[in-house]
């Protein structure tokens, strides 16, 4: 559970799934946080040699992969809450109802104020699907999960790799909102085009995303995420790990420097392979920890306070509100400050940790999970 310190006793692999995972995310984000977002999806944006290779490691590394990371742990935090609802008795329907509840709004906030790449709204929507799913066997929910998996680049390719062709004024308005203006300039640029791209992100983002709950749900039902010692995850380092890495940087190395519609298509069919892969690896990492990492886990346990505070943080320094960098510092240096941002951001949850259990946003996510229990 978030605050508390890993323990051979508890299974550790989440904990550095987490903990991997928000730092792939940020390097993402901030590719959209501190540029303009309204070029076409698979159009190279490098201005320099320093940039494209840049954008080469992010999107061959961890563009969908580590959304992947994530999108599999919420699968097994719902089996983790299945188990402690069991364990206390509690009314499981209602607990998840108001969890989705909770993320749709912190979402629509996170969306509309700070990043309009929200995933919490995402989540809230195929969360409440994978509930109906929660009793299925292990067998179908793998099965359906690798089928979504699959399916996903057939829905999303012609979405993504659709002609872009933005009208120039829409990039003076992006600059005058996000280059020169105040927040609420800020903020109705990206409720605009957080409302406007949602649709679409649902469709694009959701099919994977729900192809990963239903694998992570599996894999608390199995059993395998409590043993990061079990025979498939060995299977996906070996099969996975290095085939679906080199051919998602070969992929990402087409984007950048030859057709790029062909490389984008290759990093995003690529995508699941990748991520196995991580799983893979990621459970060869988990073993127990020492004093300082096991605090260092615990703080990424809080990754719902971490991910928002990451765009919150991000979003401050970008935009011409705040330190004024949108569009002024090199790609390299965006991501450097992302990686500096999440580790700000892991120490102070190290400090707030020595007094208070739980992250500030999981905090307002636990009052609105168990609202109306009198807690």
Same mark, same amino acid.
């Given at each position: 559970?978030?605050?508390?310190?890993?323990?051979?006793?508890?299974?550790?692999?989440?904990?550095?799934?987490?903990?991997?995972?928000?730092?792939?995310?940020?390097?993402?984000? #901030?590719?959209?946080?501190?540029?303009?977002?309204?070029?076409?999806?698979?159009?190279?944006? =490098?201005?320099?040699?320093?940039?494209?290779?840049?954008?080469?490691?992010?999107?061959?590394?961890?563009?969908?992969?580590?959304?992947?990371?994530?999108?599999?742990?919420?699968?097994?935090?719902?089996?983790?809450?299945?188990?402690?609802?069991?364990?206390?008795?509690?009314?499981?329907?209602?607990?998840?109802?108001?969890?989705?509840?909770?993320?749709?709004?912190?979402?629509?906030?996170?969306?509309?104020?700070?990043?309009?790449?929200?995933?919490?709204?995402?989540?809230?929507?195929?969360?409440?699907?994978?509930?109906?799913?929660?009793? %299925?066997?292990?067998?179908?929910?793998?099965?359906?999960?690798?089928?979504?998996?699959?399916?996903?680049?057939?829905?999303?390719?012609?979405?993504?790799?659709?002609?872009?062709?933005?009208?120039?004024?829409?990039?003076?308005?992006?600059?005058?909102?996000?280059?020169?203006?105040?927040?609420?300039?800020?903020?109705?640029?990206?409720?605009?085009?957080?409302?406007?791209?949602?649709?679409?992100?649902?469709?694009?983002?959701?099919?994977?995303?729900?192809? %990963?709950?239903?694998?992570?749900?599996?894999?608390?039902? =199995?059993?395998?995420?409590?043993?990061?010692?079990?025979?498939? %995850?060995?299977?996906?380092?070996? #099969?996975?790990?290095?085939?679906?890495?080199?051919?998602?940087?070969?992929?990402?190395?087409?984007?950048?420097?030859?057709?790029?519609?062909?490389?984008?298509?290759?990093?995003?069919?690529?995508?699941?392979?990748?991520?196995?892969?991580?799983?893979?690896?990621? =459970?060869?990492?988990?073993?127990?920890?020492?004093?300082?990492?096991?605090?260092?886990?615990?703080?990424?346990?809080?990754?719902?306070?971490?991910?928002?505070?990451?765009?919150?943080?991000?979003?401050?320094?970008?935009?011409?509100?705040?330190?004024?960098?949108?569009?002024?510092?090199?790609?390299?240096?965006?991501?450097?400050?992302?990686?500096?941002?999440?580790?700000?951001?892991?120490?102070?949850?190290?400090?707030?940790?020595?007094?208070?259990?739980?992250?500030?946003?999981?905090?307002?996510?636990?009052?609105?999970?168990?609202?109306?229990?009198?807690?």
């Amino acid at each position: 559970m978030p605050g508390q310190v890993a323990t051979p006793s508890r299974a550790l692999m989440p904990d550095y799934l987490r903990l991997i995972a928000l730092f792939g995310i940020v390097v993402v984000n #901030v590719q959209f946080i501190g540029f303009s977002v309204l070029h076409g999806f698979a159009d190279p944006v =490098a201005q320099s040699p320093a940039d494209a290779v840049t954008l080469w490691l992010v999107n061959g590394l961890a563009l969908l992969k580590t959304y992947g990371l994530f999108s599999f742990m919420f699968g097994v935090g719902l089996g983790f809450l299945m188990r402690s609802a069991a364990r206390r008795g509690l009314a499981f329907g209602k607990l998840y109802r108001n969890r989705m509840l909770g993320l749709l709004g912190l979402g629509l906030l996170h969306g509309c104020l700070f990043f309009p790449g929200d995933i919490l709204v995402i989540y809230a929507v195929t969360g409440s699907i994978l509930y109906l799913l929660r009793d %299925w066997p292990v067998r179908r929910l793998v099965a359906v999960g690798a089928g979504l998996l699959v399916l996903q680049p057939m829905i999303a390719l012609p979405l993504l790799l659709a002609p872009s062709e933005t009208p120039p004024e829409f990039f003076a308005i992006e600059q005058n909102a996000l280059g020169a203006g105040g927040f609420l300039d800020a903020v109705m640029f990206r409720t605009v085009g957080f409302l406007f791209t949602l649709p679409v992100f649902l469709l694009v983002q959701g099919v994977s995303a729900l192809g %990963w709950f239903c694998l992570g749900l599996a894999a608390v039902r =199995a059993g395998m995420i409590d043993r990061a010692d079990h025979a498939l %995850w060995a299977r996906a380092r070996r #099969v996975c790990l290095w085939p679906g890495v080199a051919l998602s940087l070969a992929g990402a190395a087409l984007w950048q420097w030859g057709p790029a519609h062909a490389g984008a298509a290759l990093t995003v069919m690529i995508a699941p392979v990748a991520t196995l892969g991580y799983l893979g690896a990621i =459970a060869a990492l988990a073993r127990p920890p020492g004093p300082i990492m096991s605090r260092v886990l615990a703080a990424g346990g809080s990754s719902l306070s971490i991910y928002l505070g990451q765009s919150i943080v991000l979003s401050a320094m970008f935009a011409a509100y705040g330190l004024g960098l949108w569009e002024e510092v090199s790609r390299p240096v965006a991501t450097l400050i992302a990686l500096a941002v999440t580790l700000g951001l892991i120490l102070g949850l190290v400090l707030w940790h020595g007094r208070v259990r739980q992250g500030p946003f999981e905090w307002v996510l636990r009052r609105i999970t168990h609202a109306g229990r009198g807690r």
